[in-house]
């Protein structure tokens, strides 16, 4: 699979594609991550657009579970998401994301809306986070279902690498269709 | 047109393989929308559903909480 990454509003910059680990085939639950650099700047880029992403197995084990087999009231929905500058790319395997940034206006947050569209199979979350200070070559994202570190990593999507300044912004979207 | 594309919509029996002709999609039919959101306003979290047709390529809705709406 493809997608259009790295595809600045200013027609000098350059176009990359990188194609990295892509979502599990037999994946039942599919999520598409837009990242933005600077969203309705003057500055802006369009970092990664609709990419496909894998869902962890810890992820399918919680879905499962929120589906089939807890017999008390559900969890909460893995609706938080998280950045990272590691470089090691997203694996099924993974039960954190490596090297989680926990600092810097970048640390995980509740996505600051969670809508789902009824009569479809798809729900959006999305986050614009606001640099505090200095990050380089972010690249990984992930959804968790708590605020603060640990919990159960459903998600994880890499992208084009971005470093960010003091006030820079990175707006964050996951598009995930179940069904 | 059949629902064996990635982006489904059971309503209107209509799916499609990209998020561009899914948000184009959106902006043509009314859809109920329901969820949990920051006010654009004020950032204040408020529970929600709204019903209409997203313009603009959006794909999903600004929302205001009541007392910013009143305002």
């Not at chain 1, 919680?62 to 609706?79: C, D, E, P, S």
């Amino acid at each position: 699979m493809s997608c259009d990454e790295h595809t600045a509003i200013d027609e000098s910059a350059s176009v990359e594609v990188i194609n990295r680990k892509t979502v599990n085939d037999n994946s039942i639950i599919h999520g598409y991550v837009t990242i933005v650099k600077n969203q309705g700047m003057a500055d802006e880029q369009i970092i990664c657009q609709d990419k496909p992403n894998l869902l962890t197995d810890d992820g399918r084990d919680y879905a499962i579970a929120q589906f089939y087999t807890n017999t008390g009231a559900g969890g909460v929905g893995m609706n938080f998401i998280a950045l990272t500058s590691d470089s090691t790319g997203a694996d099924a395997g993974d039960s954190t994301l490596p090297s989680e940034i926990t600092t810097g206006g970048l640390e995980r947050a509740l996505a600051t809306t969670i809508t789902h569209s009824t009569g479809t199979n798809s729900t959006v979350l999305a986050k614009t986070f606001t640099s505090t200070g200095t990050h380089t070559a972010v690249q990984m994202s992930g959804t968790f279902n708590q605020l603060s570190v640990g919990g159960v990593i459903g998600h994880e999507s890499v992208f084009t690498s971005v470093s960010l300044a003091s006030s820079d912004t990175l707006t964050v979207t996951w598009t995930l269709t179940l069904g | 047109m059949g629902l064996g594309k990635t982006y489904k919509d059971f309503e209107n029996d209509f799916s499609c393989d990209t998020l561009a002709e899914w948000n184009e999609h959106l902006g043509t039919v009314t859809k109920t929308y329901v969820g949990n959101s920051e006010c654009v306003t004020c950032g204040d979290r408020v529970e929600f559903e709204w019903t209409g047709k997203l313009k603009n390529g959006k794909g999903y809705p600004d929302i205001l909480c009541e007392v910013c709406k009143a305002q």
